[in-house]
């Protein structure tokens, strides 16, 4: 199973997962199979309480050979939203940890909302393959074209790194950003990326190009010429959107407010880490309790993805 020699596997790993965000997300058109053609610059910020995967393996003499019919892997959910989940094999989780019969047992806890657009399945999935890829010693990429049949967001998550997603996922290209300050927030319900795509009117909008990009300001001038195209199809399901994007642009100091994906989460940008953490005590003391609010950091292309703990 192993493709190097070397010291033995450890029996588990541990991942924190970080939350995928659309900064600029343009509907091209849509193809023949129904699936829309899109092109997104995504980035990935940690989230204090979000998602953390832990991955435990099958000593390997008792490992599976890949000929047996894929076995369900013991599954355990928790976290806040653990209830928002399927806890069985329908779980992203659970469906890439099925691709990998070396896994014995996947513990996810569910701290990022649910149906959110900010990945969820698809970065829980990826972690679960990014783990399997680090017991097997390959690259993470090598998951890719099995990761995209569970979900589109999956490749680019399994990279982790900022990138120009394109095509229907499959086409991945690094994007240089610096690391900026931001801020996460969903208003408490879920939105069905479905019903955004049926809500949807005009499908061949004009693609980004994106230029160098020297520093954070440079980066929040150029996304204001860009669009998240299911903005408005998100806003026409979810009115709740709107309060959130007008709370957020609001907030002193904020360059951007858009929303992410297909919604309802609405990120900020802001100049600097002391003018986030601003933003967010003021939303935090003005806002509905329900609103789940997070200052992040997305990360730029120099730093790494965060190292996965062995247990
Ligand atoms: P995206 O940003 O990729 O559009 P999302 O954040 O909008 O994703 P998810 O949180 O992935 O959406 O939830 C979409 C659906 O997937 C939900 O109905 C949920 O029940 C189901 N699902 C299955 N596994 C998971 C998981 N591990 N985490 C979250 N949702 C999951």
């Known amino acids: 199973m192993r493709a190097t020699d070397g010291p033995p596997p450890p029996p588990a790993l541990r991942l924190a997962v970080p939350a995928k965000v659309n900064l600029a997300l343009h509907v091209l058109g849509r193809r023949e199979s129904g699936y829309h053609e899109l092109q997104s610059l995504v980035a990935f910020a940690a989230v204090t309480d979000g998602d953390e995967v832990t991955v435990r393996f099958s000593p390997p003499d008792r490992e599976r050979s890949d000929d047996r019919p894929p076995r369900t892997p013991d599954?355990?959910?928790?976290?806040?939203?653990?209830?928002?989940?399927?806890?069985?094999?329908?779980?992203?989780?659970?469906?890439?940890?099925?691709?990998?019969?070396?896994?014995?047992?996947?513990h996810l806890t569910k701290g990022l909302p649910v149906a959110a657009g900010i990945g969820g399945g698809s970065a829980d999935a990826a972690a679960v393959l990014r783990a399997a890829a680090i017991h097997r010693g390959i690259a993470a990429s090598d998951f890719a074209a099995d990761g995209l049949s569970l979900g589109a967001d999956i490749?680019?998550?399994?990279?982790?790194?900022?990138?120009?997603?394109?095509?229907?996922?499959?086409?991945?290209?690094?994007?240089?950003?610096?690391?900026?300050?931001?801020i996460l927030v969903n208003p408490g319900v879920p939105l069905a990326?479905?019903?955004?795509?049926?809500?949807?009117?005009?499908?061949?909008?004009?693609?980004?190009?994106?230029?160098?990009?020297?520093?954070?300001?440079?980066?929040?001038?150029?996304?204001a010429g860009t669009r998240n195209d299911l903005e408005a199809p998100a806003r026409a399901c979810c009115p709740d959107i709107d309060a959130v994007l007008n709370a957020v642009a609001a907030t002193e100091g904020c360059a951007l407010a858009r929303m992410s994906g297909s919604g309802p989460t609405v990120f900020g940008l802001f100049p600097d880490a002391a003018a986030r953490d601003a933003a967010v005590a003021r939303l935090a003391s003005a806002a509905p309790s329900r609103w789940w609010i997070r200052a992040v950091r997305f990360s730029g292309s120099a730093d790494g993805l965060p190292p996965a703990v062995e247990m």
Do not use: Q, Y
């Not at 653990?82 to 094999?89: L, N």
């Not at 490749?155 to 931001?182: H, K, Q």
């Not at 019903?195 to 996304?223: I, Q």
């Open 193 to 223: 990326t479905a019903d955004v795509f049926r809500a949807l009117r005009k499908r061949d909008n004009p693609p980004f190009e994106m230029p160098p990009l020297a520093d954070a300001g440079a980066l929040c001038d150029w996304l």
């Open 75 to 106: 599954f355990v959910v928790g976290g806040p939203f653990a209830g928002s989940v399927p806890h069985g094999a329908e779980n992203l989780a659970v469906a890439a940890a099925r691709l990998c019969p070396e896994i014995a047992a996947v």
């Open 155 to 182: 490749p680019v998550c399994l990279d982790g790194r900022p990138s120009i997603m394109e095509g229907i996922g499959e086409v991945l290209r690094p994007a240089e950003l610096p690391p900026v300050a931001g």
